[in-house]
T-cell receptor, first 111, second 113 residues
Framework: QQKVQQSPESLIVPEGGMASLNCTSS?????YFWWYRQHSGKSPKMLMSIFSNGEKEEGRFTVHLNKASLHTSLHIRDSQPSDSALYLC???????????FGSGTRLLVSP | DPKIIQKPKYLVAVTGSEKILICEQY?????MYWYRQSAKKPLEFMFS???????DNQTASSRFQPQSSKKNHLDLQITALKPDDSATYFC????????????FGEGTRLSVL
């Protein structure tokens, strides 16, 4: 069964610091990865996608993907209190109709 | 304006009853999904539809039945409700292409007493 594992479960970083979140898929057929952010009481919102090996940067957010190890990571630099949220990693296969989510990393940015 | 409308936002039900959760999307998407999230379990895939056809079903219980009357509509009927069904149910949609991330509605928070 396709599974997405995230670590750590929770993370506290100081305001202005760097947050690093990890995600690995157990299914070798996975081709697409996304990172979502979910603030408390809200629905998940897609932050970034990555489909190829390497790195992608959008503002303070950088994602990496290593397809050989099916590992992706999200890095948030200059973290802000408003970044405090549940970060979800999602993955799917080519031709699949199921996007599977990990259990998330709960990030707290302390002022 | 929200493009994925879920109704109702909050729902309280008694054990054993039946409820229908409504979802409509106005994004022109061809694929629609249901997910469930509770304090005990992470965001969990339930169903996916494409062009009103069931594509994947990860819900073991037949008490959960999706209903698609129109391409932009995917309701979820839940029968014989149990307290364990208490969760937030999210509807999502995307274009029917592999690299499209689901876009989520605001959810229906269901409490079963």
């Amino acid at each position: 069964q396709q599974k997405v594992q995230q670590s750590p479960e929770s993370l506290i970083v100081p305001e202005g610091g760097m947050a690093s979140l990890n995600c690995t898929s157990s299914d070798r057929n996975v081709d697409y990865f996304w990172w979502y952010r979910q603030h408390s009481g809200k629905s998940p919102k897609m932050l970034m996608s990555i489909f190829s090996n390497g790195e992608k940067e959008e503002g303070r957010f950088t994602v990496h993907l290593n397809k050989a190890s099916l590992h992706t990571s999200l890095h948030i630099r200059d973290s802000q209190p408003s970044d405090s949220a549940l970060y979800l990693c999602a993955a799917s296969k080519i031709g699949g109709y199921k996007v599977v989510f990990g259990s998330g990393t709960r990030l707290l940015v302390s002022p | 304006d929200p493009k994925i409308i879920q109704k109702p936002k909050y729902l309280v039900a008694v054990t054993g009853s039946e409820k229908i959760l409504i979802c409509e999307q106005y994004l022109g998407h061809n694929a629609m999904y249901w997910y469930r999230q509770s304090a005990k379990k992470p965001l969990e895939f339930m169903f996916s539809y494409s062009y009103q056809k069931l594509m994947d079903n990860q819900t073991a219980s037949s008490r959960f039945q999706p209903q698609s009357s129109k391409k932009n509509h995917l309701d979820l009927q839940i029968t014989a409700l149990k307290p364990d069904d208490s969760a937030t149910y999210f509807c999502a949609s995307s274009q029917d292409r592999n690299n499209q991330a689901p876009l989520f509605g605001e959810g229906t928070r269901l409490s079963v007493l």
